[in-house]
């Protein structure tokens, strides 16, 4: 009898006040059958069983005054400490990841290294955010799931963890890996329908009828362009940046 060595499993450090939300969506469905497979790990660490006064705090008033509270630089030291053990030991963790407005705003492009990765490590603000002392001290590379403002980092950890593990290999099946195809290249999704070919009054577009997969190919990728330059001007022209040096 033979064992197969098998890579490790993505691996998903969460560091939040709040360990309850998790897994939370990513207990359900895809996400949630490949997690109860093994085909990736999570691991929440609640961030005040690192305080260590009586009280177990883990916010303060900032310095100058001002609304809100910070998240304190030494508790989250501990924790972040506790969740990058397996580094010290020479264990890859992957990077650590503060969610903040502040941060390069999440795109498929990260989501794609971090999955090619062996996890991340995942800190949930709440109040005002973190100390920045211990974003500097760890190097921790923030990230934005959008300019907008959430109460806390755990739904855009949930978000990003989400996306990551839709791209790890056997978390999707067949049909819906090969629907990455769109965006990939940088388009938005051409228009998709379903039976019945007339609802209420509203035909199909009849090309998909016809069974010319080539044409059809073909109208999909027109339709794909044509939303992405009606909607996204940003990616339409870095789409047709990327055509041009691939190809004159
Ligand atoms: N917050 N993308 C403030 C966000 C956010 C975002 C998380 C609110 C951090 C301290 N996180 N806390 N946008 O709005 O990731």
Redesign the pocket.
């Known amino acids: 009898m033979t064992t197969t060595a098998r890579p490790r499993p993505w691996h998903a450090q969460v560091l939040t006040l709040f360990p309850e939300m998790f897994p939370g969506t990513l207990g359900h469905s895809l996400a949630g059958k490949a997690l109860e497979r093994g085909d990736w790990r999570l691991e929440v660490m609640d961030i005040r069983g690192f305080a260590k006064d009586k009280h177990r705090t883990v916010d303060d008033t900032p310095f100058g005054g001002g609304p809100g509270m910070v998240m304190r630089p030494d508790v989250v030291d501990a924790a972040l400490a506790a969740a990058l053990q397996p580094a010290e030991n020479g264990e890859p963790v992957g990077p650590a990841i503060y969610?903040?407005?502040r941060g390069r705003v999440l795109d498929q492009d990260l989501v794609q290294d971090l999955a090619a990765g062996p996890g991340c490590v995942l800190v949930c603000?709440?109040y005002?955010?973190l100390d920045e002392r211990v974003i500097e001290a760890h190097g921790l590379m923030e990230v934005?799931?959008?300019d907008?403002?959430?109460s806390?980092?755990e739904p855009?950890a949930i978000a990003l963890i989400d996306a990551v593990v839709r791209l790890i290999p056997g978390v999707m099946g067949a049909a819906e890996t090969l629907e990455e195809e769109s965006f990939e290249r940088g388009l938005l999704e051409y228009p998709h329908y379903t039976r019945p070919a007339d609802w209420q009054g509203r035909p199909v577009p009849e090309i998909l009828l016809s069974g010319h997969h080539e044409k059809i190919k073909a109208w999909r990728l027109r339709q794909a362009e044509e939303v992405t330059k009606l909607r996204r001007p940003d990616l339409w022209a870095a789409y047709q940046k990327r055509r041009a040096e691939t190809q004159g």
């Open positions: 969610l903040s407005p603000g709440r005002e955010g934005s799931l959008g907008f403002v959430l806390g980092g855009a």
